[in-house]
T-cell receptor, first 111, second 113 residues
Framework: DAKTTQPNSMESNEEEPVHLPCNHSTISGTDYIHWYRQLPSQGPEYVIHGLTSNVNNRMASLAIAEDRKSSTLILHRATLRDAAVYYCILRGYQGAQKLVFGQGTRLTINP | GAGVSQSPSNKVTEKGKDVELRCDPISGHTALYWYRQSLGQGLEFLIYFQGNSAPDKSGLPSDRFSAERTGGSVSTLTIQRTQQEDSAVYLC???????????FGQGTRLTVV
């Protein structure tokens, strides 16, 4: 499985934007970039995913570098509820499709 | 149901006993995953079912662990001769197809005493 690298932790303030980076230099052409987050004492929840183009949904935006070797999850206006562990995952379209979680980034939001 | 359902939500068992954990995926979802998460740790992949394909068992930590998915729906994760290190939250997830978002259950907290 292609590997991703994320900072162990990040901190931000409420109502400010948050940019969560992910490096995936060994990404293959058929790998999708998925983001999940895990709130305290809950199972993970899907946030967003993309292949090449930037993506937006109601939760966040995903900015993908032109060479696809890195991506950034953007929370436009963080709330206290966004405090969670954020996981960046590569998921191939062909072959095995298992979803493998790394250690993720623990995001703390200050009031 | 509307989401992935796991039962029991909590299970305390004695060391050496067998346990069965159940997962009811979202209706129509062809992909089903099992993970475990020890206290303060990340998610450890255990096994993945996709339709009628042979399951990916590469994450099962030992031959004491096994899982079945009957009729392409409900799945059971069985742990034989439980050990204290098996204590963790066991999470199940399902997705409509192999490349769409996965929905997670609330997990089963297993405590081996």
């Amino acid at each position: 499985d292609a590997k991703t690298t994320q900072p162990n932790s990040m901190e931000s303030n409420e109502e400010e934007p948050v940019h969560l980076p992910c490096n995936h230099s060994t990404i293959s052409g058929t790998d999708y970039i998925h983001w999940y987050r895990q709130l305290p004492s809950q199972g993970p929840e899907y946030v967003i995913h993309g292949l090449t183009s930037n993506v937006n949904n109601r939760m966040a935006s995903l900015a993908i570098a032109e060479d696809r070797k890195s991506s950034t999850l953007i929370l436009h206006r963080a709330t206290l509820r966004d405090a969670a562990v954020y996981y960046c995952i590569l998921r191939g379209y062909q072959g095995a499709q298992k979803l493998v979680f790394g250690q993720g980034t623990r995001l703390t939001i200050n009031p | 149901g509307a989401g992935v359902s796991q039962s029991p939500s909590n299970k305390v068992t004695e060391k050496g006993k067998d346990v069965e954990l159940r997962c009811d995926p979202i209706s129509g979802h062809t992909a089903l995953y099992w993970y475990r998460q020890s206290l303060g740790q990340g998610l450890e992949f255990l096994i993945y079912f996709q339709g009628n394909s042979a399951p990916d068992k590469s994450g099962l930590p030992s031959d004491r662990f096994s899982a079945e998915r009957t009729g392409g729906s409900v799945s059971t994760l069985t742990i034989q001769r439980t050990q204290q290190e098996d204590s963790a939250v066991y999470l199940c997830a399902s997705s409509l197809e192999r490349d769409t978002e996965a929905f997670f259950g609330q997990g089963t907290r297993l405590t081996v005493v």
